[in-house]
Structures are given as structure tokens and as C-alpha cells.
């Protein structure tokens, strides 16, 4: 079965500071893996996926990130946070057959906290 | 576009009542919906897969009989909480997969959320 490991539950950085959120999954075939975001009391926003071609993907609001199978890993990066990132991330792989088709397997999220 | 609402946003009932909770698609077809729950703190568990016109496919662990859901078309799905109790207050959201159209195929659209407190 498929699983997703964020090692670091909170993360504070300075507005301005740069960023990288781990995250590592086991999975038997080709991963579909992504980040999503969620503001407090709110639902995911999709921040990027990855399903195959460039390991390194571009999402929304300047933030990248860099699939590596030999590490299996698929960490998100952004080069300057600003105060409005703060927020909970989670990175998923998605599981494509069969009648669970499209389920995803959530990591247990990573709490960002920008200081000014 | 791709937008996914629930209703309601926040309900509170009194334990032994059942809770309908309902996700819709608003721009697109979804053939497939998810329903997820969220404890404080921690991250989203899978409840269930519903494909429309078919029964829902539950995760190991989570009660069939206590928590219905139905996808009777393309646009809505249904949870519904029976016998509610208070163990059972949680964040519920679902998510809509829609046609397996590039550049949103294989992408799930996430709903605002439903906070059920059971007293």
C-alpha cells in the first residue's frame, strides 16, 4: 500500500526567507504525487502535481517542486514566503486503478508559520 | 472553473440524529467523488469513493450503515451521518473528480469543508 511520509510537522521561516517542505512516499509503481494547501477551517487548494516528464514542476503562487525516485522524494520549495503562505501542507500520491481510481494517501501535513 | 461546494458549512445536532451533508460540482460532471474527514490537527483520512450510479466504495475501518453516501448524478453526492454521536464530530470534505480531460484529468477539486459538532 501506498504511503506518505512529511517528516516535519511545523515549520516557522522569516517573510522573505526561503523554503522546503519534505516529503517522501512509498508506492509500488510510477507515483502520482501532489501539494495541496489548506488555510484554517477551509478545504485543499492544489498548489502542483506531478505524473511524468520534467521532475522539476512549477505550481501556483511561486512554488516548485522537484520529484527524485532514487530518494523518493518529492519536496516542495518556494524561494521567498510571504506572511499569506501560512498555512498547513500536505503532499499526496494519488493511486490510479481500478475501482479506487483517483484516491489519494495524504502525508500527515506540515504547519507553516511565517514570522514579519 | 472546477469549483466544489458543500452545504452546510457548519451544522450542529444533538446525539442519536442523522446529518446530510451535500457536495456538488458546479462547473463540471464529476464521475467520481470522495469523502474525506479531517480530525483536528491531523491530516484528511479517506472515508469513501462513490462513482455515480454505484455503490460507494468505503475504506477499511469506516461503518457502511453509519455513514450513507450517495452519488445519484453527476453533480451531487450525498453523507449521510446516521445516529449521530458525539465521536462522530469531525471536519467532512469531500472532493469531485471530473472527466479524465487533459489538463485536469486524474486532479480532484476539493470542497470549503462541513464542521459537524455532535452534543
Redesign the interface.
Known amino acids: 500500500a501506498q504511503s506518505v511520509t512529511q517528516p516535519d510537522i511545523h515549520i516557522t521561516v522569516s517573510e522573505g526567507a526561503s523554503l522546503e517542505l519534505r516529503c517522501n512516499y512509498s508506492y509500488g509503481a510510477t507515483p502520482?504525487l501532489f501539494w495541496?494547501v489548506q488555510s484554517p477551517?477551509?478545504?485543499?487548494?492544489?498548489l502542483l502535481?506531478y505524473?511524468s516528464g520534467d521532475t522539476l514542476v512549477q505550481g501556483i503562487k511561486g512554488f516548485e517542486a522537484e520529484f527524485k525516485r532514487s530518494q523518493s522524494s518529492f519536496n516542495l520549495r518556494k524561494p521567498s514566503v510571504h506572511w499569506s503562505d501560512a498555512a498547513e501542507y500536505?503532499c499526496a500520491v494519488?493511486f490510479?486503478r481500478g475501482?479506487?481510481?483517483?484516491?489519494?494517501?495524504?502525508?500527515?501535513?506540515t504547519i507553516l508559520t511565517v514570522h514579519p | 472553473g472546477a469549483v466544489?461546494s458543500?452545504h452546510p458549512s457548519r451544522v450542529i445536532c444533538k446525539s442519536g440524529t442523522s446529518v446530510k451533508i451535500e457536495c456538488r460540482s458546479l462547473d463540471f460532471q464529476a464521475t467520481?467523488m470522495?469523502w474525506y474527514r479531517q480530525f483536528p490537527k491531523?491530516?484528511?483520512m479517506?472515508m469513501a469513493?462513490s462513482?455515480e450510479g454505484s455503490k460507494a466504495?468505503y475504506e477499511q475501518g469506516v461503518e457502511k450503515d453509519k455513514f450513507l453516501i450517495n452519488h445519484a448524478s453527476l453533480t451531487l453526492s450525498t453523507l449521510t451521518v446516521t445516529s449521530a454521536h458525539p465521536e462522530d464530530s469531525s471536519?467532512y470534505?469531500c472532493?469531485a473528480?471530473g472527466v479524465l480531460v487533459p489538463p485536469t484529468y486524474?486532479?480532484?477539486?476539493?470542497?470549503?469543508?462541513t464542521?459537524l459538532t455532535v452534543l
Open positions: 502520482y495541496y477551517g477551509q478545504g485543499l487548494q492544489l502535481k505524473f500536505f494519488g490510479f475501482t479506487s481510481y483517483g484516491k489519494l494517501t495524504f502525508g500527515q501535513g | 466544489v458543500q467520481t470522495f491531523q491530516s484528511l479517506l469513493t462513482n466504495t471536519f470534505i472532493s473528480m486524474n486532479e480532484q477539486f476539493f470542497g470549503p469543508g464542521r
